[in-house]
């Protein structure tokens, strides 16, 4: 998305003023707790109801939301195909040759493939709620507080934010190409690809030293200063956290007894 990074859905967020450690409990409790479940209801529950968190009181439009669930969706997608003719076990539903090898998907392939699937699911919503939330500043402040060394935090902050220059660099470069059709023949393409990691070898090279020459210029000492605009934990914010979750082991505690046990 060039328009509307993650960054700036952030910003944008109605959860952008509440503590980073409130919003990293809730998604790290639900991911833990979607990865030690043994049944695919409890990922899905914890993926819908963040999605709707996101969706409503976050007022994060759907559209937006879709295309940020797209790209692992499609990873997701190989990888239970891959899934379901790797695993074995139970009754064979469709097999079918392929050369010399004999093809078959079977029940317990199809099972591990749903958990799986529902996992995946619940972990990547938990993932992106952090990211949806949570400015990448404010995850800085959050690790000075949490007394990560600061030479490591820097570090991040200079990677984080060259990420962009070098998208940015890369999908004006590569639109210059096109519209001169770089990419109209086979070997076109390869001698404009060739050109293209070049010039972003040299252009980023030349940032980093405008970067230097600018922090020399405002006479850094080693520390990045960060504008620290949290607020400090809230009751009102942290209860309905600690609620949500205690229903998720719940529900996860229920999905793990025997059907006979529960009734």
Same mark, same amino acid.
């Given at each position: ?31 833990? !707790?979607? &990865? ?5 209801? $409890?990922?899905?529950?914890?993926? *819908?109801?963040? %999605?709707?968190?996101?969706? #409503? ?92 060394? !600061?030479? &490591? ?5 200079? $990677?984080?934010?060259?990420?962009? *220059?070098?998208? %940015?660099?890369?999908?004006? #470069? ?90």
């Amino acid at each position: 998305m060039i328009e509307i990074n993650l960054d700036h859905i952030a910003q944008q967020s109605t959860f952008r003023h509440i503590h980073p450690g409130t919003k990293l409990f809730l998604a790290l409790g639900s991911l833990i !707790i979607c &990865l030690v479940s043994p049944s695919p209801v $409890v990922p899905v529950v914890s993926g *819908i109801v963040l %999605s709707l968190i996101l969706i #409503i009181p976050g007022r994060l439009s759907p559209l937006h939301y879709a295309k940020i669930l797209l790209g692992p969706a499609v990873f997701l997608i190989m990888s239970i195909i891959v899934l379901l003719f790797m695993h074995g076990g139970g009754d064979v539903i469709w097999q079918f040759p392929v050369f010399w090898i004999n093809c078959s998907i079977t029940t317990g392939a199809v099972r591990e493939s749903i958990l799986v699937l529902c996992r995946v699911f619940g972990c990547s919503v938990s993932l992106f709620f952090i990211v949806l939330t949570t400015p990448m500043t404010d995850l800085f402040n959050g690790m000075k507080q949490a007394h990560i060394p !600061i030479e &490591l935090i820097d570090l991040m902050m200079i $990677v984080y934010r060259f990420i962009f *220059i070098f998208y %940015s660099q890369t999908v004006e #470069i590569w639109q210059a190409q096109v519209m001169r059709l770089g990419y109209r023949r086979p070997k076109e393409a390869i001698r404009s690809f060739s050109m293209l990691c070049g010039m972003l070898f040299i252009s980023s090279w030349s940032a980093g030293e405008d970067l230097i020459h600018a922090m020399d210029c405002r006479c850094y000492n080693g520390v990045f200063p960060v504008l620290d605009q949290t607020e400090p934990v809230q009751m009102s914010s942290f209860i309905p956290v600690l609620v949500y979750l205690t229903g998720l082991c719940g529900i996860l505690v229920l999905a793990t007894q025997p059907v006979g046990a529960i009734l």
